[in-house]
């Protein structure tokens, strides 16, 4: 295979356009995009000078090394029926949506929406736990200062909070069983948590569902 070759048959403008769409059409399908999210792919310059035909195959993309979802990544684009390739590398921006802070957070603060933000936040720049949706976060509290246009973390509030009153929800399929209890520590959607039974005084174990409420499953 030739790679870079430097011989008559120079690459044409529509042979390197050619080359750079095949190379960014098969990151694009690699990498996943948020629902809200946006993904941009800009291709670095090919040398003009390497060999490339007008492939009578369709163009092989390939990934040879690590994918980087925001950042730099070269694909492999070969022609195998000529018998030629080019390392093409091409330039990844993600931008997620994460909830951000609307104005300054001050610890203890109960949230409500107009606290909150949903903002595109570029996935190189911040790779910690953050919330796709503000509904998620109303009512829960505010464990530590967050400046504003900060993103909302899940070390920075707690959707179910030590000493609170919650919903226990014990589930057997289809059935479901509501009960009172109350908080033995501070967690966020997804946690586990104790929680003490108002009637029977039980402590239990369940995972946080919602703002003020636990779930477990019997």
Not at 56 to 74: D, F, K, Q
Not at 114 to 143: C, E, H
Request: aromatic share 4%; proline share 3%.
């Amino acid at each position: 295979m030739s790679f870079f070759n430097t011989n008559a048959y120079a690459a044409t403008d529509e042979q390197l356009e050619a080359i750079k769409d095949s190379a960014e059409s098969f990151l694009e399908s690699q990498i996943e995009v948020p629902s809200n999210g946006t993904l941009s792919l800009e291709s670095a310059r090919i040398d003009s000078r390497i060999h490339a035909t007008d492939c009578p195959e369709p163009l092989m993309p390939s990934l040879p090394g690590r994918l980087n979802s925001s950042g730099n990544t070269s694909v492999l684009v070969e022609c195998i029926a000529d018998d030629w390739k080019v390392y093409v590398p091409v330039k990844a921006e993600l931008m997620m949506p994460l909830v951000t802070a609307a104005t300054s957070l001050s610890k203890g603060l109960t949230l409500s929406a107009n606290d909150l933000n949903l903002t595109l936040v570029n996935s190189r720049t911040y790779r910690r736990g953050g919330y796709i949706n503000t509904n998620d976060l109303i009512g829960s509290r505010i464990k530590r200062s967050v400046r504003a246009g900060d993103v909302v973390e899940k070390n920075d509030i707690c959707m179910v909070c030590r000493n609170d009153s919650v919903i226990i929800k014990a589930v057997k399929g289809e059935l479901s069983i509501l009960t009172k209890g109350t908080a033995l520590g501070d967690a966020a959607l997804g946690d586990n948590v104790n929680v003490q039974n108002n009637k029977s005084k039980r402590i239990i174990n369940g995972v946080v569902t919602a703002v003020g409420e636990i779930s477990i499953r019997f």
